[in-house]
Nanobody, 125 residues
Framework: QVSLVESGGGLVQPGGSLRLSCVAS????????MGWFRQAPGKEREFVAA???????TYADSVKGRFTISRDNAKTTVYLQMNSLKPEDTAVYYC???????????????????WGQGTQVTVSS
Protein backbone atom coordinates (compact mmCIF):
# COMPACT_ATOMS: atom_id res chain seq x y z
CA GLN A 1 0.00 0.00 0.00
CA VAL A 2 1.20 3.49 -0.89
CA SER A 3 -0.22 6.62 0.72
CA LEU A 4 0.06 9.95 -1.07
CA VAL A 5 -0.53 13.42 0.38
CA GLU A 6 -0.50 16.52 -1.82
CA SER A 7 0.07 20.11 -0.75
CA GLY A 8 0.89 23.47 -2.26
CA GLY A 9 -2.32 24.39 -4.02
CA GLY A 10 -3.94 27.80 -3.75
CA LEU A 11 -5.10 30.91 -5.55
CA VAL A 12 -2.68 32.55 -7.99
CA GLN A 13 -2.99 35.25 -10.63
CA PRO A 14 -2.57 34.45 -14.32
CA GLY A 15 1.12 34.32 -15.18
CA GLY A 16 2.04 33.32 -11.66
CA SER A 17 3.67 30.18 -10.29
CA LEU A 18 2.94 27.45 -7.78
CA ARG A 19 4.82 24.35 -6.68
CA LEU A 20 2.85 21.29 -5.70
CA SER A 21 4.34 18.59 -3.50
CA CYS A 22 3.29 15.01 -2.94
CA VAL A 23 4.76 12.99 -0.09
CA ALA A 24 4.59 9.22 -0.40
CA SER A 25 4.76 6.62 2.34
CA UNK A 26 4.33 2.90 2.73
CA UNK A 27 6.58 1.28 0.13
CA UNK A 28 9.93 1.86 -1.51
CA UNK A 29 9.33 5.16 -3.26
CA UNK A 30 12.05 4.69 -5.84
CA UNK A 31 10.27 1.61 -7.21
CA UNK A 32 7.28 3.65 -8.34
CA UNK A 33 6.54 5.93 -11.22
CA MET A 34 4.76 9.11 -10.14
CA GLY A 35 2.23 11.18 -12.00
CA TRP A 36 0.15 14.31 -11.70
CA PHE A 37 -3.41 14.54 -12.98
CA ARG A 38 -6.01 17.27 -12.77
CA GLN A 39 -9.76 17.50 -12.90
CA ALA A 40 -11.77 20.65 -13.55
CA PRO A 41 -15.47 20.90 -12.67
CA GLY A 42 -17.58 19.00 -15.17
CA LYS A 43 -14.56 17.51 -16.94
CA GLU A 44 -12.80 14.17 -16.87
CA ARG A 45 -9.57 13.67 -15.00
CA GLU A 46 -6.67 14.38 -17.34
CA PHE A 47 -2.99 13.55 -17.40
CA VAL A 48 -0.55 16.36 -16.63
CA ALA A 49 2.91 14.85 -16.16
CA ALA A 50 4.74 11.71 -15.06
CA UNK A 51 8.23 10.79 -13.95
CA UNK A 52 9.76 7.34 -13.96
CA UNK A 53 12.16 5.48 -11.76
CA UNK A 54 15.17 6.56 -13.78
CA UNK A 55 14.19 10.22 -14.18
CA UNK A 56 12.44 9.94 -17.51
CA UNK A 57 9.58 12.40 -17.82
CA THR A 58 6.58 13.03 -20.03
CA TYR A 59 4.10 15.91 -20.19
CA ALA A 60 0.72 16.72 -21.61
CA ASP A 61 1.01 19.07 -24.57
CA SER A 62 -1.07 21.68 -22.74
CA VAL A 63 1.58 22.10 -20.02
CA LYS A 64 4.80 21.36 -21.89
CA GLY A 65 7.30 24.16 -21.41
CA ARG A 66 5.41 25.59 -18.42
CA PHE A 67 5.30 22.74 -15.90
CA THR A 68 8.19 20.66 -14.58
CA ILE A 69 7.90 17.39 -12.69
CA SER A 70 10.71 16.21 -10.43
CA ARG A 71 11.27 13.75 -7.62
CA ASP A 72 13.46 13.48 -4.55
CA ASN A 73 13.74 9.82 -3.61
CA ALA A 74 15.45 10.61 -0.30
CA LYS A 75 12.42 12.69 0.73
CA THR A 76 9.92 10.34 -0.97
CA THR A 77 8.43 13.40 -2.61
CA VAL A 78 7.39 14.33 -6.12
CA TYR A 79 6.98 17.95 -7.17
CA LEU A 80 5.14 19.80 -9.89
CA GLN A 81 6.53 23.26 -10.58
CA MET A 82 3.90 25.24 -12.45
CA ASN A 83 4.90 28.48 -14.17
CA SER A 84 3.04 30.88 -16.48
CA LEU A 85 -0.25 29.67 -15.07
CA LYS A 86 -3.43 30.24 -17.05
CA PRO A 87 -7.08 30.30 -15.94
CA GLU A 88 -7.59 27.01 -17.80
CA ASP A 89 -5.10 25.38 -15.42
CA THR A 90 -7.69 25.75 -12.66
CA ALA A 91 -8.51 22.29 -11.31
CA VAL A 92 -8.05 19.86 -8.47
CA TYR A 93 -4.58 18.37 -8.90
CA TYR A 94 -3.97 14.77 -7.92
CA CYS A 95 -0.77 12.87 -7.31
CA UNK A 96 -0.74 9.22 -8.39
CA UNK A 97 1.64 6.26 -8.48
CA UNK A 98 2.13 2.83 -10.05
CA UNK A 99 4.76 0.18 -9.52
CA UNK A 100 7.44 0.26 -12.17
CA UNK A 101 8.24 3.27 -14.25
CA UNK A 102 10.37 2.59 -17.25
CA UNK A 103 9.71 3.81 -20.75
CA UNK A 104 7.00 4.41 -21.88
CA UNK A 105 5.40 6.08 -18.89
CA UNK A 106 1.69 5.59 -18.40
CA UNK A 107 -0.80 8.39 -19.02
CA UNK A 108 -4.16 6.84 -18.30
CA UNK A 109 -5.78 7.37 -14.89
CA UNK A 110 -6.85 3.72 -14.83
CA UNK A 111 -3.20 2.69 -15.06
CA UNK A 112 -2.32 4.24 -11.71
CA UNK A 113 -3.09 2.23 -8.58
CA UNK A 114 -2.54 4.80 -5.89
CA TRP A 115 -3.99 8.30 -5.51
CA GLY A 116 -3.80 11.26 -3.19
CA GLN A 117 -6.77 13.29 -2.02
CA GLY A 118 -6.09 16.24 -4.33
CA THR A 119 -5.22 19.89 -3.90
CA GLN A 120 -7.12 22.81 -5.43
CA VAL A 121 -5.35 25.17 -7.82
CA THR A 122 -7.24 28.29 -8.86
CA VAL A 123 -5.82 30.71 -11.42
CA SER A 124 -7.78 33.93 -11.41
CA SER A 125 -7.31 37.67 -11.25
Amino acid sequence: QVSLVESGGGLVQPGGSLRLSCVASGRTFSNYAMGWFRQAPGKEREFVAAIGRINIMTYADSVKGRFTISRDNAKTTVYLQMNSLKPEDTAVYYCAAYGGGTYPLRRGPDEYGYWGQGTQVTVSS
